[in-house]
């Protein structure tokens, strides 16, 4: 009988397809006595019926995890567990082979470009944000918003429009005793921006503008755009230092002229045109006359935005002069660096 089983066992590994069957067969010298038996093929049956009588007897065991109908307990490597195993795998690998992977989220989107600094920003100073409306935040083109290039080049069309826009606050001081200075301030930006357009391309910055005519040796010549530029920053850091007296807390507008005057023009003015200049100065507006022309309507509040745009406008214009006035040194073309 014993003989008769083990012919049975190999008959069925062999029925088994190779794919499912990956255990090891079943020999001789493993074999138990106690080993499920499986039912013998009944006489008369057909090759087909055979074969799947025994596979559907293996499954409904394997599906119990019971012995199949014969006595005795399924041992480690023997053909049923093979067959198990070999079912788990191959159940395995046809998981992995439908399995769909899980879509990869969407690259993020490049970080946008940081915008240029303005010159504001670069002096620490920001756009005040309020209801009071005063000169400095009316003008159309403020010294704040004007971007450098990289080497720290200004912009030649933008600066002039700045300029333009602060002829009318000499007004606010005395439109009769200010006059010869709003006139040489216009005169200067018509030269500089008569050169611009020129060559646009070329005079893109107020830089090139002078390295142009060094290069050609004509920054002496009478007009020149070096010239011109010069007296313009010079008319322009008189205006800057007078808002920054100002705003700094001064309360006679007489002295602040009078400070700003001596730091800036009075060193390149002979004795007649510094007497002109002393006469504009002591016709200057009281101070809170000034406040109101300048957009305060007199209170506290009015006063404060009036002060806040004065401490931007004169950082803004502060660097500006600055960067013209290193230039100018730097390639010699001034011995007196801007106002500290």
């Given at each position: 009988?014993?003989?008769?089983?083990?012919?049975?066992?190999?008959?069925?590994?062999?029925?088994?397809?190779?794919?499912?069957?990956?255990?090891?067969?079943?020999?001789?010298?493993?074999?138990?006595?106690?080993?499920?038996?499986?039912?013998?093929?009944?006489?008369?049956?057909?090759?087909?019926?055979?074969?799947?009588?025994?596979?559907?007897?293996?499954?409904?065991?394997?599906?119990?995890?019971?012995?199949?109908?014969?006595?005795?307990?399924?041992?480690?490597?023997?053909?049923?567990?093979?067959?198990?195993?070999?079912?788990?795998?191959?159940?395995?690998?046809?998981?992995?082979?439908?399995?769909?992977?899980?879509?990869?989220?969407?690259?993020?989107?490049?970080?946008?470009?940081?915008?240029?600094?303005?010159?504001?920003?670069?002096?620490?100073?920001?756009?005040?944000?309020?209801?009071?409306?005063?000169?400095?935040?009316?003008?159309?083109?403020?010294?704040?918003?004007?971007?450098?290039?990289?080497?720290?080049?200004i912009p030649t069309?933008?600066?002039?429009?700045?300029?333009?826009?602060?002829?009318?606050?000499?007004?606010?001081?005395?439109?009769?005793a200010f006059a010869?200075?709003?006139?040489?301030?216009?005169?200067?930006?018509?030269?500089?921006?008569?050169?611009?357009?020129?060559?646009?391309?070329?005079?893109?910055?107020?830089?090139?503008?002078?390295?142009?005519?060094?290069?050609?040796?004509?920054?002496?010549?009478?007009?020149?755009?070096?010239?011109?530029?010069?007296?313009?920053?010079?008319?322009?850091?008189?205006?800057?230092?007078?808002?920054?007296?100002?705003?700094?807390?001064?309360?006679?507008?007489?002295?602040?002229?009078?400070?700003?005057?001596?730091?800036?023009?009075?060193?390149?003015?002979?004795?007649?045109?510094?007497?002109?200049?002393?006469?504009?100065?002591?016709?200057?507006?009281?101070?809170?006359?000034?406040?109101?022309?300048?957009?305060?309507?007199?209170?506290?509040?009015?006063?404060?935005?009036?002060?806040?745009?004065?401490?931007?406008?004169?950082?803004?214009?502060?660097?500006?002069?600055?960067?013209?006035?290193?230039?100018?040194?730097?390639?010699?073309?001034?011995?007196?660096?801007?106002?500290?």
């Amino acid at each position: 009988r014993e003989e008769e089983e083990e012919e049975e066992l190999t008959n069925l590994s062999q029925r088994v397809p190779s794919h499912v069957s990956q255990g090891h067969t079943p020999h001789k010298e493993d074999h138990n006595p106690h080993r499920e038996h499986h039912a013998p093929h009944k006489e008369g049956g057909g090759g087909d019926m055979g074969d799947l009588q025994s596979q559907q007897v293996v499954i409904a065991a394997l599906s119990r995890d019971e012995p199949s109908g014969r006595s005795g307990a399924h041992d480690e490597g023997t053909a049923p567990m093979s067959i198990r195993s070999g079912l788990t795998r191959h159940a395995n690998s046809q998981s992995e082979l439908f399995h769909t992977p899980k879509s990869s989220p969407p690259p993020s989107p490049p970080p946008m470009p940081c915008p240029p600094p303005t010159v504001g920003s670069i002096v620490g100073c920001w756009p005040r944000i309020g209801e009071v409306d005063t000169f400095f935040s009316r003008v159309t083109h403020k010294f704040e918003d004007l971007v450098l290039t990289e080497e720290g080049g200004i912009p030649t069309s933008p600066f002039l429009d700045c300029c333009r826009d602060m002829i009318p606050f000499l007004d606010t001081l005395n439109s009769t005793a200010f006059a010869p200075v709003k006139s040489d301030i216009g005169g200067n930006i018509e030269k500089l921006a008569t050169k611009y357009t020129t060559d646009p391309q070329l005079f893109v910055t107020l830089q090139s503008m002078v390295l142009h005519e060094l290069s050609r040796n004509t920054h002496n010549e009478k007009n020149s755009s070096t010239d011109a530029l010069l007296w313009l920053k010079r008319a322009m850091e008189f205006i800057q230092v007078f808002i920054s007296e100002v705003a700094k807390g001064e309360q006679s507008l007489d002295t602040a002229a009078g400070t700003a005057y001596g730091k800036t023009l009075r060193r390149f003015h002979n004795w007649i045109v510094r007497g002109i200049f002393g006469l504009a100065v002591k016709a200057v507006p009281y101070h809170q006359d000034f406040m109101n022309l300048l957009g305060s309507d007199g209170s506290a509040q009015a006063n404060t935005a009036v002060l806040q745009d004065m401490v931007t406008f004169a950082a803004s214009l502060g660097h500006l002069v600055k960067l013209i006035g290193a230039f100018y040194v730097h390639h010699k073309l001034d011995d007196f660096p801007s106002v500290d």
